[in-house]
């Protein structure tokens, strides 16, 4: 009943606006995906910072839809990415684990997107659309071998892609701030002091724990450089082209890509997915835009970050693109408050949100900017104030683009193009629900009978260190589960329509529908956990390990080095 209504009011809706408009339930628009990397909500003027300049993303915010209950899937990149690729939350494709690791640790693990998942992408370009990734990956490479691409964006729909198949990291530069590479160093001199003592004593032979000493001592002093070769290089298409990773070239290469990627395919549809490397530290910024900003290295990628924004733009401009293409400007997940040095912070601002990246449920890790703009069929300037989700873009997406949601599995994003016209008042999502691994953090609830008020129940919460602050500092991410969680019974309860920073917390003493609200969540979970598969996990430990075989390499490995961008391949 209620999907027959929305009908009849798109249809009214259609019958009394512009021409413009009446195309867009046959039209097949351009589509435009653009996804920043670590971005705090806050860093954006759109979204009220008033000392860094986004006057692009601002000006795309002016002339299109602005969502401001924008959530991630997961607050980390691999699972929140491909929750947005397939519209399913990440614990029904696999892209958890139940373990300490919450993204693909290597390049040459054999984890990832799995075969039978369906992007967007894939079935865009079965409508005949022109598919492209450029920028960051991360959802894994190959299975078997260096070379059977089982996870590679041209496995699952893109027909061209350049960029990295891994991600931006710290180690890429060996930053003091390090992913893995300070924890690997630490465990080999650990393990060779080990057995430097046991080479002295009797307890093993001494020729063979010397000579494992040996080599112990030398991987931990090269264990970096490896990083760098194995992960921090570019792919064009299936070959890799430059590794490592040439930082000063970066940005200016991706941008020619798009401007090729336009140029190429201005005369048919294109799905065009733009994921940038910025703003994940190391903050590879240009000359150009280093000391421009207020807020040091951080302020200086967010705003180069905004004039590459501006360049696409232009571009479409340029080429006769902007009124048939829909822009989506958006963020994997929430700024990281741990990416600090002493005084000095290079992760993002997330506004008035509590927490940030990897902080399960916490509105600082999920919530991120949600852009549209198609001139002449969203209104300009409208704001949205339902929540919305990253998955919600691959239905809108399919359904624009000719295609047909999948039937044959769940598909928890909603069709965002009811909500962004205005023929809908709310967001069909209820409930969303907020996963760190496979383990349950939080969820929320938009109650609408009565007094509309949206709730959001806390399961397990992180445990900020030190104590009072508002990050796990001294670690990567916070934990998802174990000692350093708190499991809450009853379970933490939040108004976020009065209390969006999530700063007081509702007992059955100051909110009478207490147990009510929190009955009808944990009812929502069961009714969400019954409709959950087994799948093998693909962030696993097994799946997780860096394995010699699978390493992409440019050269007889492992002398991975090689540039052959500037041939212009």
């Known amino acids: 009943e209620r999907d027959e ?35 705090g909500i806050g860093d954006l003027g759109c979204y009220g910072n008033k000392t860094l300049r986004t006057p692009n993303i601002d000006r795309l915010a002016e002339d299109g839809v602005v969502l401001t209950q924008h959530i991630a899937a997961a607050s980390v990149c691999t699972p929140s990415r491909a929750a947005f690729l397939t519209g399913r939350y990440p614990i029904r494709s696999g892209m958890v684990s139940s373990n300490a690791y919450r993204v693909l640790q290597w390049t040459a693990a054999s984890g990832g997107l799995p075969t039978n998942e369906i992007t967007f992408a894939k079935i865009l370009r079965d409508q005949g659309y022109a598919t492209g990734l450029i ?25 061209s892609f350049l960029g990295m198949p891994f991600s931006m990291m710290a180690d890429c530069a060996r930053w003091e701030l390090s992913e893995k590479r300070v924890g690997l160093e630490r465990t080999l001199g650990l393990w060779f002091q080990v057995l430097g003592l046991a080479s002295l004593t009797s307890w093993v032979p ?3 724990a010397a000579l494992a000493a040996a080599v112990l001592f030398t991987a931990s002093r090269i264990v970096g450089h490896l990083i760098v070769h194995a992960d921090c290089f ?77 360049r696409i733009l232009d571009t479409l401009d340029q080429e006769g693109l902007a009124d048939g293409t829909l822009v989506y400007f958006t963020a994997d997940h929430g700024g990281c408050l741990e990416s600090r040095l002493g005084s000095n912070q290079y992760g993002g601002w997330n506004g008035v949100y509590q927490g940030g990246k990897g902080m399960g449920g916490w509105e600082g890790g999920i919530r991120v900017p949600g852009i549209f703009r198609w001139p002449g069929v969203l209104p300009a300037g409208r704001v949205i ?9 691959f239905p809108t997406v399919v359904q624009l683009g000719g295609g047909q949601v999948p039937q044959d599995r769940v598909i928890d994003g909603r069709d965002l193009l009811p909500l962004l016209l205005g023929t809908a008042q709310h967001s069909e999502h209820e409930f969303l629900l907020h996963y760190c691994q496979r383990f349950l953090h939080a969820a929320r609830w938009q109650q609408r009978d009565q007094d509309p008020t949206l709730w959001k129940v806390h399961f397990m919460t992180p445990i900020f260190q030190p104590e009072g602050a508002g990050a796990c500092y001294g670690k990567v991410v916070c934990p998802c589960t174990g000692e350093g969680v708190v499991q809450h019974d009853p379970p933490l309860l939040f108004d976020l329509s009065r209390d969006p920073s999530e700063s007081h917390v509702l007992t059955p003493d100051s909110e009478p529908r207490f147990h009510q609200v929190v009955g009808r969540v944990r009812q929502a979970v069961e009714e969400h956990q019954r409709s959950l598969g087994t799948v093998p996990q693909q962030l696993g430990t097994l799946n997780n390990l860096w394995r010699p075989w699978l390493q992409p390499c440019c050269g007889p490995f492992p002398l991975c080095w090689c540039d052959t961008e500037d041939q212009g391949q």
Not at 272 to 296: A, C, E, N, Q, Y
Not at 385 to 393: K, R
């Open 5 to 39: 209504r929305e009908r009849e009011n798109f249809l009214i809706f259609i019958f009394r606006t512009p021409s413009a408009c009446r195309d867009v339930a046959d039209s097949r628009p351009n589509i435009l995906l653009m996804m920043a990397d670590d971005l």
């Open 135 to 159: 920028g960051k990956w991360h959802l894994g490479l190959n299975c078997e071998s260096s070379r059977d691409h089982c996870h590679h964006p041209q496995a699952h729909g893109f027909d």
């Open 206 to 208: 001494v020729l063979g």
């Open 234 to 310: 570019l792919m064009r298409n299936h070959t890799v082209t430059q590794q490592p990773l040439d930082f000063d070239r970066a940005t200016p290469l991706l941008l020619q890509e798009v401007s090729s990627f336009l140029q190429r395919n201005k005369h048919r549809p294109f799905l065009l997915f733009v994921s940038f490397l910025h703003v994940h530290v190391p903050l590879v910024t240009t000359k150009g835009f280093l000391g421009r900003s207020r807020h040091g290295l951080y302020g200086d990628n967010v705003e180069e970050m905004d004039w590459m924004v501006g």
């Open 385 to 393: 104030q339902e929540p919305t989700s990253l998955m919600d873009v």
